[in-house]
């Protein structure tokens, strides 16, 4: 199973350079990919504009967006933005999609939060066509570059309704979970796997995880809070989440084991403090599995 990292993007404060040293030292280490969560009311880095500067620096992993909402976006621009990154990163560009549900992101966009999980259908339509080299009228011409990856990036659909999950079949690569039980991963993950049999596909959908840590000193305490603070719309339904954050290296590998058991393919480990010993402390975790 490979694991991967966030970049520190959506930690409050964290600064650019920070940011680029962090994507360089995960490029070296032993990490599958780097990644970045998408919102707009909170003090985070743009995803598409973050994984381009990585981009710039890095060679060798992937890069994530973990998850990105789509229906905040204009369906061309964000092929075109993604068709970008892919090109500029010579084939490495993974996007994980949902639809988005905080309500504040689609009045700040602003964006149209009604039907939305229509839209996102009519979205990924119209990207997969895009990606293709077609035209989407007679009157204007393919939208470029070209994606390096045929038919276009990557794409893993992330959601706990099965209407969401039942999208895999139709148009992803893979499912991403949450970072809930890995029991409920597994769940969602059997309905991604009838979507895609339902769908004529052959093999199987890729799986991937997020999942929150925090390591170190105070780790019991600033990686709760900092889930606390970014679900704090959500009021006590985010205490099960704060709780559920490994802070010890024990629990980090329990984490990891529990999903390798369920045949996950990668987890995206998300930092809670923006200070590059976190990376280093499961950087050492990685390297002794």
Same mark, same amino acid.
């Given at each position: 199973?490979?694991?991967?990292?966030?970049?520190?993007?959506?930690?409050?404060? &964290?600064?650019?350079?920070?940011?680029?040293?962090? !994507?360089?030292?995960?490029?070296? %280490? *032993?990490?599958?990919? /780097? +990644?970045?969560?998408?919102?707009?009311?909170?003090?985070?880095?743009?995803?598409?504009?973050?994984?381009?500067?990585?981009?710039?620096?890095?060679?060798?992993?992937?890069?994530?967006?973990?998850?990105?909402?789509?229906?905040?976006?204009n369906a061309g621009i964000l092929a075109k933005q993604a068709a970008s990154v892919d090109a500029l990163s010579n084939g490495r560009l993974t996007l994980g999609l949902a639809v988005g549900r905080r309500a504040a992101d689609f009045k700040a966009a602003p964006a149209d939060s009604s039907h939305r999980g229509k839209f996102f259908d009519g979205q990924?339509?119209?990207?997969?066509?895009?990606?293709?080299?077609?035209?989407? &009228?007679?009157?204007?011409?393919?939208?470029?570059? !070209?994606?390096?990856?045929?038919? %276009? *990036?990557?794409?893993? /659909? +992330?959601?706990?309704?099965?209407?969401?999950?039942?999208?895999?079949?139709?148009?992803?690569?893979?499912?991403?979970?949450?970072?809930?039980?890995?029991?409920?991963?597994?769940?969602?993950?059997?309905?991604?796997?009838?979507?895609?049999?339902?769908?004529?596909?052959?093999?199987?959908?890729?799986?991937?995880?997020?999942?929150?840590?925090?390591?170190?000193?105070?780790?019991?305490?600033?990686?709760?809070?900092?889930?606390?603070?970014?679900?704090?719309?959500?009021?006590?339904?985010?205490?099960?989440?704060?709780?559920?954050?490994?802070?010890?290296?024990?629990?980090?590998?329990?984490?990891?084991?529990?999903?390798?058991?369920?045949?996950?393919?990668?987890?995206?480990?998300?930092?809670?403090?923006?200070?590059?010993?976190?990376?280093?402390?499961?950087?050492?975790?990685?390297?002794?599995?």
């Amino acid at each position: 199973m490979q694991i991967g990292i966030d970049l520190p993007s959506n930690i409050p404060g &964290a600064k650019g350079d920070f940011i680029l040293d962090w !994507a360089r030292k995960a490029d070296a %280490g *032993p990490f599958s990919s /780097i +990644g970045v969560i998408d919102r707009i009311t909170f003090d985070n880095y743009e995803p598409m504009v973050t994984l381009a500067a990585a981009a710039s620096v890095t060679k060798r992993v992937r890069l994530v967006t973990n998850i990105l909402m789509a229906p905040l976006r204009n369906a061309g621009i964000l092929a075109k933005q993604a068709a970008s990154v892919d090109a500029l990163s010579n084939g490495r560009l993974t996007l994980g999609l949902a639809v988005g549900r905080r309500a504040a992101d689609f009045k700040a966009a602003p964006a149209d939060s009604s039907h939305r999980g229509k839209f996102f259908d009519g979205q990924l339509e119209t990207m997969k066509r895009i990606w293709s080299g077609e035209s989407l &009228a007679d009157d204007i011409g393919p939208i470029g570059p !070209a994606p390096v990856q045929k038919g %276009g *990036p990557e794409i893993y /659909i +992330g959601g706990t309704n099965p209407a969401a999950i039942a999208r895999v079949g139709r148009w992803a690569d893979g499912y991403i979970a949450g970072s809930g039980s890995a029991e409920n991963a597994g769940g969602a993950y059997k309905l991604a796997e009838d979507s895609w049999k339902a769908n004529g596909r052959s093999g199987k959908p890729k799986f991937m995880c997020v999942f929150y840590f925090a390591l170190g000193d105070e780790a019991a305490e600033f990686g709760p809070a900092y889930v606390l603070n970014y679900y704090k719309l959500m009021g006590a339904a985010a205490e099960p989440m704060a709780k559920a954050v490994p802070t010890t290296v024990e629990q980090v590998k329990e984490v990891i084991k529990a999903r390798e058991a369920i045949g996950m393919d990668e987890i995206m480990f998300m930092p809670t403090r923006g200070t590059m010993d976190q990376m280093e402390r499961l950087a050492d975790i990685v390297g002794s599995l």
